[in-house]
């Protein structure tokens, strides 16, 4: 791997990294446009009759929220990064519900770090991916972890 | 009144094994997902993915996931009187899916309660699986679903 090729590299997310992922706009119509291809709950497909549900109106769908997020995270970081993928995510939570025109703020914080125990040329980061509306409130958290190449293979990274 | 046709809480049973169906994804629409949510290079360019740690295009994680949500729709939860879900853990993508994989979905009730704070509610905690046709497993989840209970007749 070239190691001039990518802006981000394991060593660049130290643990208590905090970034900005970006803000998105939810529309009615693209909530209404993911759930019809992804997630055809009424609740999620049609305004009028999202109303006499539990959620008293339209609501995005938890898995629209987590890909805008996935996203936001291209854009911010990842694309630039020499990330190698994910094994996957420990937790995520859909807290308040995404509504037509909420805006909402995606954000990573750097929970992790540590090298790959099998592959010196690797390392794992642990992230804290969260989004919030408007009101401040917390709508979505995911805990999981992002595999990325080593600027310095093998290089001990407490200095020792 | 329950409604004729409608799964309550009560009808999930732990231990109960849904075949929820299966997909067959294409590389069109791979990656289609990708360059609209997840463009990473091994997502959305067949000829720069085959430089790359995977040796090929794969399909994101996310429609993975995206695609095992609509099939439950479709399988059961359409016509369950269903009240969303507060999320999931332990999502596993412990395997690539690569255009023309057909991937059949499962999910295994594990528990279900009543709600503690909504007395017409009840959760229901599942595992999905989702094995490619050489019966590998590409990806696991564990979630709570909550869902409304019978009314009295």
Not at chain 2, 40 to 68: E, K
Not at chain 2, 96 to 113: K, S
Request: with cysteine; aromatic share 10%; proline share 7%.
């Amino acid at each position: 791997m070239d190691p001039l090729e990518f802006d981000f590299y394991w060593e660049d997310f130290p643990v208590g990294q905090m970034r900005a992922m970006g803000r998105h706009r939810f529309t009615e119509e693209e909530i209404v446009a993911f759930a019809r291809q992804y997630d055809r709950q009424r609740f999620h497909l049609d305004a009028e009759s999202a109303r006499d549900t539990l959620f008293g109106g339209l609501i995005a769908s938890g898995w629209h929220t987590c890909v805008v997020a996935m996203r936001g995270m291209c854009d911010a970081y990842l694309s630039r990064s020499a990330c190698l993928g994910s094994p996957g995510l420990d937790s995520l939570k859909w807290l308040k519900p995404v509504r037509p025109g909420d805006e909402i703020a995606f954000r990573a914080k750097v929970l992790e770090s540590r090298p790959s125990s099998s592959k010196p040329e690797l390392g794992l980061t642990k992230f804290l991916w969260d989004a919030v509306n408007d009101a401040g409130e917390q709508v979505l958290a995911m805990e999981g972890w992002q595999l990325f190449a080593r600027r310095e293979p093998g290089a001990d990274p407490s200095g020792q | 009144m329950s409604t004729p046709g409608t799964l309550y809480w009560e009808d999930f049973t732990p231990g109960e094994v849904v075949e929820i169906g299966r997909h067959t994804f294409t590389e069109e629409e791979i990656i289609a997902f990708a360059v609209q949510f997840d463009p990473q290079p091994f997502h959305t360019d067949p000829v720069a993915a085959r430089g790359t740690f995977y040796g090929g295009l794969i399909a994101s994680g996310w429609h993975t996931c995206a695609v095992g949500m609509r099939l439950m729709v479709q399988s059961y939860i359409g016509r369950a009187a269903s009240a969303g879900s507060p999320g999931v853990e332990n999502i596993r993508w412990l395997g690539p899916v690569r255009p023309g994989d057909t991937i059949a979905y499962r999910r295994v009730i594990l528990e279900t309660r009543p709600s503690g704070s909504r007395p017409g509610m009840g959760l229901v905690r599942s595992r999905s699986e989702a094995l490619n046709q050489h019966g590998e497993t590409v990806m696991t989840m564990e979630g709570w679903g909550m869902f409304r209970r019978r009314p009295a007749p």
